[in-house]
C-alpha cells in the first residue's frame, strides 16, 4: 500500500518537508504491515536502496554471534528509522530486525528521497541530528559495558527507557510504557538470564516492581538512584 | 573521513587549531563552541570516565574525521573526553557557515552522515561484541579493525600496525583488566605480537580474521 501525502506528514521526519515535495514523494513509497514476532529484515539481507522507518507499533534490532548468542541493539517506536545502511552504507543488513507486536513500516525509495532532501536540506540535518543522539547513546552503553559493574547497567537502562519512551503513574508508581522482559534486559546489558532476574528480585527489588511480560514499576526513585551511586564507586 | 571537495568546499571558513601530544582538547562536560570540529593531522582518542575515574576507551579518530557533532544541535555540552595523543590540526568550521555550506551543497550533510553509518555500525558491533562475544573474540576484532581502519606498514617482522595500542588502551576499550589484556595477548602468539609502548605485528591475517568472527576455538 502507498502512503498518502498526510499520513508522510505524520513522520517528524518529513515535517520540514513541504506540501508539493510530500506529493511527490508518495507514489515512491510503500507501508508494509507485520504481525507480531515477524522479521522485516535478517541480518546479512542485502537490502533494497530506501528509507525504513516505523510507521505503527514497536520492533527490535538485534544480533547474532556465530555461537548463538544474541545481543539486544535497541528498541524502536513509531516515527524512528532503522536499517541506516540501506541509504548511507554498503547495503548489506548489520542486524535482524522484528516485531514486537503488531507493526507497520514505511519505506521510501532512496533516489526520490535524495531528491527531496537536495530540496529540503533541512531534512538531512534532522537525519544528522538524529544520528548524533544515537552515537552519543551508543557511547553511553559501550561505557558502561566496559566500566560500570552490571547492577548499575541495568538501572541505567530502565532510567533511559522510562525517560524516553514515556511512564504512566499507577497507584503503586511510575509505570513504564516500554515492556522490558528479563531476557531482553539480559541481552541490552550483557548478563545471563538468571542474572537479571537475580538483580531484579533481590538487588534493586524495593526500587522497582517487576511484572509478568516486563512490565516495569519504579517505586522509587531516589533508592535507584542512590543503588546506582553506591554500586558506581 | 571527508572528500578533498568536501574539506575545499569549506575551506574559505576554517580556523586552524594545534594541540600538542597529550593536551585534552575537551573534558566531559565542558561547554561546546557552536563549531564543528575536523581533524586535520594526528590521532585524537575519544573516551569516557565514571565517578570513580575508571575509563573507557570509545574510539581514535584519523585525519578527515570529525567530533564535538552535538554542537550543531544546540547541545553545548560535552559527553566525552577527547585528548590528542600525539600533535595534532584542527580546522574548525562556525555553525552557520556548516548550515550555509549544506543549504548551497546537500552533498556535505550526505557525507557526514555516511560517516556516521560507518560509525554507529562500528559501535553496535563493539556492543555485541561486548555482549555475547569472549574477551580474545573482541581483542582480535579490534586488532584486525584496526588494521584495517588505520593502516600498517611492512616491516622485516610482518605487517605492523600504522597506531599504537597499548596494553591499557586495549583493556579499556574491550573492558578487561591490564592483566587479563596481556595475558589473552598471549593466546594470540602465532598471530600476532605485542612490542613495548603498544606496537602490534600481524602474523597471520587469515587467522587473525577468523579469530575475530567467533568461529575458531582458543583454548
Known amino acids: 500500500m502507498k502512503a498518502t501525502a498526510s499520513q508522510l506528514e505524520q513522520i517528524s521526519l518529513f515535517q520540514a518537508i513541504s506540501a508539493d515535495w510530500l506529493d511527490f514523494l508518495a507514489p515512491y513509497t510503500e507501508i508494509c504491515h507485520y504481525r507480531e514476532a515477524e522479521i522485516i529484515v535478517h541480518e546479512g539481507e542485502i537490502f533494497a536502496p530506501r528509507l525504513h522507518v516505523v510507521f505503527s507499533g514497536r520492533v527490535l534490532v538485534k544480533k547474532l554471534s556465530v555461537s548463538g548468542k544474541e545481543t539486544v541493539l535497541r528498541q524502536l517506536s513509531s516515527g524512528e ?7 548511507f552504507g554498503d547495503q548489506v543488513s548489520p542486524a535482524t530486525v522484528l516485531t514486537l507486536e503488531p507493526s507497520a513500516v514505511l519505506f521510501v525509495q532512496k533516489a526520490a528521497l535524495f531528491e527531496a ?22 557511547d553511553k552503553t559501550i561505557h558502561g559495558l566496559v566500566s560500570e559493574c552490571a547492577i548499575v ?20 508508581g511510575v509505570q513504564l510504557k516500554t515492556r522490558l522482559p528479563y531476557q531482553q534486559m539480559a541481552r541490552m546489558v550483557g548478563i545471563s538470564y538468571e542474572e537479571c532476574i537475580r538483580l531484579v528480585n533481590k538487588e534493586i527489588k524495593p526500587a522497582i516492581d517487576y511484572a509478568r511480560g516486563g512490565v516495569i514499576t519504579i517505586r522509587d526513585t531516589a533508592m535507584l538512584n542512590s543503588i546506582v551511586t553506591t554500586y558506581g564507586s | 573521513m571527508l572528500s578533498t571537495e568536501a574539506l575545499k568546499a569549506l575551506h574559505p571558513h576554517v580556523h586552524l587549531q594545534l594541540y600538542h601530544q597529550k593536551e585534552i582538547i575537551f573534558q566531559e562536560g565542558d561547554t561546546l563552541p557552536a563549531e564543528l570540529h575536523i581533524l586535520l593531522s594526528g590521532t585524537l582518542q575519544i573516551k569516557k570516565s565514571t565517578a570513580t575515574g575508571k575509563e573507557t576507551v570509545l574510539r581514535l579518530l584519523r585525519m578527515g ?8 544541535f544546540d547541545e553545548s555540552f560535552c559527553t566525552v573526553i577527547v585528548l590528542a595523543t600525539e600533535d595534532c590540526q584542527v580546522l574548525t568550521v562556525s555553525k552557520t557557515t556548516l548550515l550555509n555550506a549544506i543549504q548551497h551543497t546537500p552533498e556535505l550533510a550526505m557525507q557526514f552522515l555516511v560517516m556516521l553509518n560507518q560509525r554507529l555500525q562500528q559501535q553496535h558491533n563493539t ?3 561486548l555482549v555475547s562475544e569472549r574477551a580474545v573474540v573482541r581483542l582480535a576484532r579490534l586488532i584486525h579493525y584496526s588494521a584495517l581502519h588505520q593502516g600498517t606498514e611492512l616491516t622485516v617482522k610482518g605487517e605492523q600496525l600504522q597506531i599504537q595500542l597499548p596494553y591499557y588502551q586495549i583493556a579499556r576499550s574491550i ?45
Request: glycine share 6%; with cysteine.
Open chain 2, 175 to 219: 573492558g578487561v583488566t591490564y592483566e587479563e589484556c596481556s595475558r589473552l595477548m598471549k593466546k594470540l602468539t602465532d598471530t600476532v605480537k605485542y612490542n613495548r609502548g603498544g606496537k602490534i605485528t600481524i602474523f597471520d591475517w587469515e587467522a587473525l580474521a577468523a579469530i575475530a568472527s567467533g568461529d575458531t576455538d582458543l583454548v
Open chain 1, 81 to 87: 528509522m532503522f536499517a541506516a545502511p540501506a541509504l
Open chain 2, 127 to 129: 556492543v555485541h561484541g
Open chain 2, 65 to 72: 574525521d570529525f567530533f564535538a557533532l552535538p554542537a550543531l
Open chain 1, 117 to 138: 532532501i537536495r530540496a529540503t536540506p533541512r531534512v538531512a540535518l534532522q537525519i544528522l541530528n538524529c544520528f548524533s543522539q544515537r552515537v552519543q547513546a551508543m
Open chain 1, 153 to 172: 547497567r541495568l538501572i541505567r537502562l530502565i532510567q533511559y527507557m522510562a525517560e524516553h519512551r514515556g511512564v504512566e503513574t499507577t497507584t503503586s
